[in-house]
Nanobody
Framework: QVQLVESGGGLVQAGDSPTLSCSASGRTFSRYAMGWFRQAPGKEREFVAAISQTGSTRYYADSVKGRCTISRDNAKNTAYLQVNSLKPEDTAVYYC???????????????WGQGTQLTVSS
């Protein structure tokens, strides 16, 4: 069992570059690929970024490619998502998730955090 807790959201200005964190419980964090997803009001939850267990492979959604960096620190049991040059359309609840293998498919992730709200004002 892995418990995930996101942090770093809040009300930010357009153009800001916050870093979201995802802290995992337990000693098995390094066994899991990590993904970030987001869900805006009235929309489906969508893939943002994913990173493999060692960090050697990373995937990004086209909507954030070039503006987003996913990383992880296995010694700290934490995954990160930095989103640069925020836009109002980036407003959403951001979720981190853990899965057996890296994927853009949310259905393949086993454990999910509760999410952190990121609101971007123009």
């Amino acid at each position: 069992q892995v418990q995930l807790v996101e942090s770093g959201g809040g009300l930010v200005q357009a153009g800001d570059s916050p870093t979201l964190s995802c802290s995992a419980s337990g000693r098995t964090f390094s066994r899991y690929a990590m993904g970030w997803f987001r869900q805006a009001p009235g929309k489906e939850r969508e893939f943002v970024a994913a990173i493999s267990q060692t960090g050697s492979t990373r995937y990004y959604a086209d909507s954030v490619k070039g503006r987003c960096t996913i990383s992880r620190d296995n010694a700290k049991n934490t995954a990160y998502l930095q989103v640069n040059s925020l836009k109002p359309e980036d407003t959403a609840v951001y979720y981190c998730a853990a899965g057996v293998s890296i994927s853009t498919n949310r259905n393949l992730y086993i454990y999910w955090g509760q999410g952190t709200q990121l609101t971007v004002s123009s």
